[in-house]
């Protein structure tokens, strides 16, 4: 592996799963998640204070994390997004409530770092979680782990949403909310399940991601510029265009950085958030709808003619 | 016509019966620091509602008249505030013959440069009044440069697109300043000149008045500017855009104009905080403060209504002081089980965005719905149509 493909795989993963869950949320209720940010650093930070509590490796305390993401979610929809979803609320109006919650959780996130500091000694305010991680043929065992949960992760939606009945459900209010409910699906519910679905991903990303980069209570509202990014250089109307975008906007930061501080001069460092949000302007520029909107057909022939039918 | 006669008898007042319970409120609520004995503390609400005041009061005629999702609002505020630390101290340095290139933005020749400048400024008070002018000017013409630039992707994007765009591209303007040495100094902040210098002591208090007057001037304007025909095509265009360039109206020249002026406002207020701090460093420049709170400001006051936004800003800066005032001493009971009470102004932040969307979804001052005229024009004009409909005869 390249010097930058452990910690740019690790960290497009968290990107990937944070990217996802926007998508996922933006595509079933039109709100734009900004408490995202705040939910990935729950993340980090229950991984965190699991780990130094109870030692093991961080990746034990996935499930919890999930857990206590979609808990988070859980609380954002009945507490919140319900009412404005049955008001009809202006797209404007969902984001900003999202940031309001995410206002909170930050403020508790912070709150939660000076009760470790203060009640066990433990210092979350610059956290290296990857000191905890072991290692796999030579390198840090979460480049080829997290990336694995990402894409099962993928892969398990993916099944839950073209297998299972509750999933066509979902895929039906997606497509048509109004016909939906008139054919007796109820959109509350897949509603709930998309938050709870969204916040466990998200929460999972932001403990994948603070193993490649230093863990703060900031963590999540200093990397959300790039969440988003995912989701939009995915075109925000695919779930899969979503998580590729952050793995392109992830893999690009750190190849980027790479190999342009080495043809140009380490200054560059200092600009990486650059790097990714070109990438991200660029391909707006070119094809306004993201990724998903490539017409990928076109481009590769009959290759997927097939599939095309079945729209 | 009967739409009409509904909105002839309703003539706006000018201050209603809301407007006044708030404005008691807001009093009551400062009365309260007089009475505690932390006159001083009224000095830094007046600074805070002053530069916040103009950077939401911005933001609203974007995101409250025209309809833009504006959360990049901290990149004018940054340029405005990079503008003013490099350009008009630079200049300066060059007429008294000072090193003015990438030294000024060094630290070690910049804590030296500026207090020669500050110097010159005191001598005279027209250096001083002329440098604020310069400042402001230097300030609005580079936030109308950025407005500009940000206008031209926001006709290509959608809503949601446009809002994270923007977002993303704040953050990196900060990051672009904290990392490029040679113009406000990276990651060691430089001092700025001080035209108010001149009035030694009394300096914070001179400053804070100029502010808030500066303030309100540009309340003024702003309430003359979307009063006029111009604030009338962005509400028509933030209302239905289809129907709006259905009569005619040019959508993309009238938002880009809205994108220019906003910007340039909310630079003057970056470059006004500039001046008065005295000091610049890029890492200050946070979107939480500079987009999500003028953001929570507006709602609270009421998108889209001037006055409403001046009452939101008021409210929250007061709320905003008696906790980081007396945090210790009204919520000791959490350090006992181990918390800090620093964040609560977080939270109040986050709680009053979440109230007021699900409570007050229009803010405490909503916009009114005001006929275009007042009652006896839009007789006048009737009438001098009818007078021109009798007059010519139809062929």
């Keep these: 592996m390249a010097p930058w493909m452990a910690s740019g795989l690790i960290y497009a993963s968290g990107l990937a799963l944070t990217a996802g869950s926007i998508t996922l949320l933006y595509i079933t209720t039109r709100t734009f998640n900004f408490a995202v940010a705040s939910m990935a650093t729950w993340g980090f930070m229950l991984a965190y204070t699991g780990v130094s509590l109870y030692g093991g490796t961080p990746y034990v305390y996935l499930p919890l994390v999930f857990i206590a993401g979609s808990l988070l979610g859980l609380i954002a929809y009945y507490g919140l997004n319900r009412h404005l979803l049955r008001r009809n609320a202006a797209e404007i109006t969902l984001m900003m409530s999202t940031l309001g919650y995410d206002l909170i959780l930050l403020s508790i996130v912070q709150m939660f770092a000076d009760y470790l500091t203060l009640t066990y000694k433990l210092y979350p305010r610059r956290v290296m979680l990857s000191a905890h991680d072991f290692q796999l043929f030579g390198e840090r065992a979460a480049a080829f782990i997290l990336p694995v949960i990402a894409i099962g992760l993928l892969v398990a939606l993916h099944i839950f949403l073209t297998k299972t009945k509750f999933g066509i459900a979902m895929r039906a209010t997606i497509e048509n909310p109004v016909l939906a409910g008139a054919s007796g699906i109820n959109p509350d519910r897949v509603y709930m399940i998309s938050w709870v679905i969204s916040g466990g991903m998200s929460a999972i990303g932001g403990a994948a991601m603070a193993m490649a980069i230093t863990g703060t209570p900031v963590m999540g509202m200093n990397t959300i510029p790039l969440m988003f990014a995912g989701a939009i250089l995915g075109g925000l109307h695919s779930l899969y265009g979503g998580i590729l975008g952050g793995f392109m906007i992830g893999l690009t930061e750190y190849a980027g950085v790479f190999y342009l501080s080495r043809e140009i001069g380490p200054w560059i460092q200092g600009y990486r958030m650059g790097i990714p949000l070109i990438l991200m302007a660029a391909t707006l520029l070119l094809f306004p709808r993201g990724l998903a909107g490539i017409p990928w057909a076109k481009l590769f022939g009959n290759l997927f003619s097939r599939k095309r039918g079945d729209n | ?395």
Aim: hydrophobic content about 55%.
């Design chain 2, 1 to 395: 016509m009967s739409a009409v006669a509904k909105t002839e008898r309703k003539a706006p007042r000018l201050i209603g019966i809301r407007e006044l319970v708030l404005l008691a409120i807001i009093i009551a609520l400062l009365s309260f620091f007089i009475f505690s004995g932390r006159e001083k503390t009224i000095w830094a609400i007046v600074f805070e509602f002053s530069i916040f005041a103009i950077i939401t009061l911005s933001l609203n005629l974007e995101t409250g008249f025209t309809g833009i999702p504006q959360f990049g609002r901290v990149a004018a505020v940054i340029t405005g505030a990079f503008a003013v630390g490099a350009l008009p101290g630079r200049l300066m340095a060059y007429i008294i013959g000072e090193p003015w290139g990438a030294e000024y933005a060094n630290a070690v020749f910049n804590y030296r440069i500026v207090p020669v400048i500050n110097e010159l400024l005191a001598s005279n008070i027209f250096y001083s009044i002329g440098f604020l002018l310069l400042c402001l000017f230097t300030a609005a013409v580079f936030g109308a440069a950025i407005g500009w630039l940000i206008s031209r992707p926001a006709i290509r994007l959608k809503e949601a697109y446009l809002g994270i765009s923007l977002l993303a591209f704040g953050d990196f303007f900060m990051w672009v300043g904290h990392n490029w040495n040679i113009m406000v100094g990276g990651s060691t902040p430089i001092n700025v000149p001080d035209p108010f210098r001149i009035f030694g002591g009394d300096r914070f208090m001179a400053a804070v008045l100029v502010l808030f007057f500066i303030a309100i001037v540009i309340y003024i304007y702003l309430e003359r500017l979307t009063k006029s025909p111009f604030g009338r095509n962005l509400k028509m265009i933030r209302d239905n855009e289809v129907s709006a360039s259905a009569a005619g109206l040019d959508v993309v020249k009238v938002r880009t104009r809205s994108l220019v002026i906003g910007s340039a406002i909310a630079a003057m207020g970056g470059g006004l905080y500039v001046i008065y701090t005295g000091s610049i460093g890029a890492i200050g420049f946070q979107k939480l403060t500079f987009t999500f709170w003028p953001w929570a400001y507006m709602m609270l006051g009421g998108i889209g209504s001037n006055f409403g936004v001046l009452m939101g800003v008021m409210l929250l800066v007061i709320l905003k002081t008696m906790i980081i005032v007396f945090r210790y001493d009204w919520f000791a009971f959490m350090v006992n089980v181990g918390i800090d009470p620093m964040w609560l102004e977080f939270t109040l932040m986050g709680a009053v965005i979440v109230l007021v969307i699900l409570f007050v979804p229009h803010g405490l001052v909503p916009e009114k719905v005001e006929p275009v005229l007042p009652e006896e024009r839009v007789k006048r004009v009737l009438a001098k149509r009818q007078l021109e409909k009798t007059s010519e005869p139809v062929s």
